[in-house]
């Protein structure tokens, strides 16, 4: 199944039904409804009924929708699971698993998901998995978290809870400190970027709590654009329009990789030669393959190419 496309991911508590209409109306890439740290635990299980109302009557037009439960160690995250599915199982696309310390916390939501679509009668193996990372254990473990099911679609980075878990002297997740030289998530943030690629799946940076800060988030999400990412939770509708810039390449940008793949095509197919020069580049195979996944993500946001070519 090609990836979707994931630049905005809007977090949505599943307690408050207001709040979900709005969100079916955005122009996030992906809502996701929560059942874990934004739904307050007394209003846990009711909530439970209110996602499966939203799910099954509000548009959501071409939005990937997925539901966040509760962690698998805790009381609440069989009956998620067995609630959502039940009563949306045939509507949402992907279940967000928070905290995952082991392949084991997968496999888990993976074999409930295979029972859960048998008994539903649903399409087997069509929910997939969004596997959240946010503690020491997690990212120890998570070169083998990220091949653990074929229905893990993202890698998706915690800043608020892995910053608790570090013990990190800080009470917000900020682009750095002036007490630190470079960025203190960096390591983070690429290491899950490879153990993402390396199994083919998307990554996904976490929030930004600032929601009024839209520089900040702008930064923020530009860092990770950089590091490949695929994008970015978006707490308030107000940080859309800035995410999906940042995750969107520029016309400019890919107008070049447009260039570039003709030119490289017309290299090997007309003059038969795996390297020249374009403007002061020399640019090969390897430039090729740049460009391609370039062209792929502008493609997947709606760019056109002005000119003629296009990637073959
Ligand atoms: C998100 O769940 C976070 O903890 O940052
Ligand atoms: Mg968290």
Not at 55 to 65: E, F, I, P, Q, V
Not at 141 to 148: P, S
Request: glycine fraction near 8%.
């Amino acid at each position: 199944m090609p990836q979707r496309l994931r630049r905005s991911v809007l977090a949505c508590p599943g307690s408050n039904p207001r709040m979900m209409e709005k969100a079916a109306a955005s122009a996030a890439d992906e809502v996701f409804l929560d059942l874990e740290d934004a739904c307050a635990p007394l209003e846990k299980p009711g909530a439970r009924a209110k996602i499966v109302e939203a799910l099954t009557t509000h548009d959501w037009g071409a939005k990937t929708r997925v539901v966040r439960i509760n962690q698998v160690g805790s009381r609440f995250a069989y009956l998620d699971l067995l609630e959502v599915i039940r009563g949306a199982g045939a509507v949402l696309d992907c279940i967000m698993v928070p905290k995952v310390q082991n392949a084991g916390d997968v496999a888990f939501v993976d074999r409930a998901l295979t029972q859960l679509e048998q008994e539903f009668e649903l399409e087997p193996g069509r929910i997939g998995i969004e596997v959240q990372i946010e503690d020491a254990q997690g990212l120890m473990n998570c070169d083998g978290i990220a091949f653990a099911s074929r229905r893990i679609e993202t890698l998706t980075y915690g800043p608020a809870d892995f910053s608790a878990s570090m013990q990190l002297p800080s009470l917000t997740v900020a682009n750095g400190s002036p007490d630190y030289p470079g960025d203190p998530f960096h390591y983070v943030l690429f290491r899950l970027a490879v153990a993402a690629r390396a199994a083919g799946i998307q990554v996904i940076d976490g929030p930004y709590l600032a929601i009024r800060d839209i520089e900040g988030y702008t930064l923020a999400a530009r860092r990770a654009a950089t590091l490949g990412y695929d994008g970015k939770w978006v707490l308030h509708p107000s940080q859309i329009d800035a995410c999906n810039a940042a995750f969107t390449p520029t016309q400019e940008m890919f107008e070049r990789a447009v260039a570039v793949l003709e030119a490289y095509r017309h290299a090997t197919e007309v003059e038969r030669k795996g390297a020249v020069m374009l403007g002061d580049e020399m640019i090969d195979e390897a430039s090729r393959k740049m460009a391609t996944q370039f062209y792929l993500r502008g493609r997947a946001a709606g760019l056109e190419p002005r000119q003629t070519a296009a990637a073959s």
